[in-house]
């Protein structure tokens, strides 16, 4: 309990604060507030989000499981400050599973920050960003939570994704023609996940991703958007790579996973990372389809005298489509099929197949839905899986 004050004061911090300024209360899902310096010199839209969810799962040759929780929790802040051009971002983790993760490397602190990243437009079409956010890898992950078009991510996505870290990104598009835009990114991070106090560990992450729209730009990024709710009027489409070099990585998954720790200290291994993705809308169709690789140059770690330590890189691939179908009453019908396959001489792990079949009903767009699907986990060495999903998303 004692863990949520911090947060409701600081709410109550910025509506007292406020109360000096402009304030302008939003259209529903638009956020909970908009807040005007009478100078007009600095913004800050406040929202706030929460999803609701129930699971059941049934594994092979065990008992029935079921669970009911507070998915995510959100708390969010962005705007301007002193210039347009100056934009930031902060996201606040409220539930367990947001702030869950601390460790010695993390001051033993709960995770609270999820993004804290400010954003200069210093030059034309160049914006340089500094400081905790997601890294333009897959983008399934790139997507927000409280957009994707089924109850969760993939489990390509839970095997591959390089999520947040500390560090630059600078970002710049431009036009071949008058639809076609080409859109780049280029990132240096610590490269060792969110919310570390304990400095850098190994070497540092460095991920590029180049994106191409062959047809113009989505409506409202929907390009990053799960479910063609803008009906795009005409073919939209995105093709992206991002490739990701963690240099002396320290963890079993680039900067995620866990640390592999050795009888001198840390095992250190060149980790890389590729992504190939798309994304394509028209009308009431969407489709997405990912493709990720995981190499390292040693992926068993190993003692100073040779005998492995039992961690080891999770390296392999995996491939993930999906498809939805949005009816004009905005109800969705979603399927997704999911293969990994991890390197089995490595990570001892059987190839797995998973099929996802979704319903959901979008009251006011991603802003308040309700969300279920149904999955079969086909592992091949056995102990498949079948999962019920129920989830409820309101996003002020």
């Not at 869950?100 to 160049?126: C, E, H, K, Q």
């Not at 630059?168 to 106090?197: D, M, P, W, Y």
């Not at 729209?213 to 995105?238: H, I, M, T, V």
């Not at 969705?332 to 996802?356: A, F, M, V, W």
């Amino acid at each position: 309990m004692k863990t949520k004050i911090p947060f409701i004061g600081l709410l109550l911090l910025v509506i007292n604060f406020s109360s000096a300024q402009e304030i302008k209360s939003n259209q529903f899902g638009k956020g909970l507030f908009n807040i005007v310096g009478k100078d007009s010199s600095w913004t800050m839209k406040v929202g706030l989000r929460a999803q609701l969810l129930a699971t059941s799962m049934w594994n092979e040759g065990e008992a029935n499981e079921t669970s009911f929780l507070v998915r995510r929790s959100r708390l969010k802040f962005d705007g301007y400050a002193y210039s347009p051009k100056l934009k930031y971002k902060i996201e606040l983790g409220l539930s367990n599973r947001d702030i869950s993760g601390a460790s010695v490397y993390t001051g033993n602190a709960p995770r609270y920050i999820l993004d804290a990243v400010v954003m200069w437009n210093f030059y034309d079409n160049f914006v340089l960003w500094f400081g905790q956010t997601k890294l333009p890898g897959n983008r399934e992950r790139v997507i927000s939570s409280a957009n994707l078009q089924q109850v969760d991510r993939s489990l390509l996505n839970s095997r591959f994704n390089i999520d947040r870290d500390m560090g630059f990104q600078l970002r710049h598009h431009f036009n071949l023609s008058n639809t076609f835009v080409v859109k780049e990114i280029l990132s240096l991070a610590q490269g060792e996940g969110r919310n570390i106090t304990t400095g850098n560990l190994g070497g540092y992450q460095y991920t590029g991703r180049l994106e191409l729209f062959p047809f113009g730009n989505f409506k409202s990024k929907g390009d990053y958007k799960g479910a063609a709710l803008n009906r795009e009027q005409k073919p939209k489409l995105s093709l992206a790579a991002s490739y990701d070099i963690n240099n002396n990585a320290v963890k079993t998954r680039s900067n995620q996973g866990s640390y592999m720790l050795t009888d001198t200290g840390f095992f250190e291994t060149n980790i890389n990372t590729l992504f190939i993705d798309a994304m394509f809308k028209y009308k009431g169709f969407s489709f997405m389809a990912e493709y990720s690789d995981r190499t390292a140059e040693d992926p068993i770690a190993k003692n100073s005298d040779g005998t492995p330590t039992g961690d080891e890189v999770q390296v392999g691939s995996g491939i993930n489509l999906q498809s939805g179908i949005l009816f004009p009453n905005n109800w969705e019908l979603s399927g997704r099929y999911t293969h990994i396959k991890l390197d089995q001489n490595i990570t001892g792990r059987d190839p797995e197949t998973q099929y996802t079949l979704g319903l959901s009903k979008y009251v006011v767009g991603h802003s308040l839905k309700v969300q279920t699907d149904i999955s079969y986990l086909d592992r091949f060495g056995g102990n498949n899986q079948v999962m019920y999903r129920l989830q409820c998303e309101i996003h002020f």
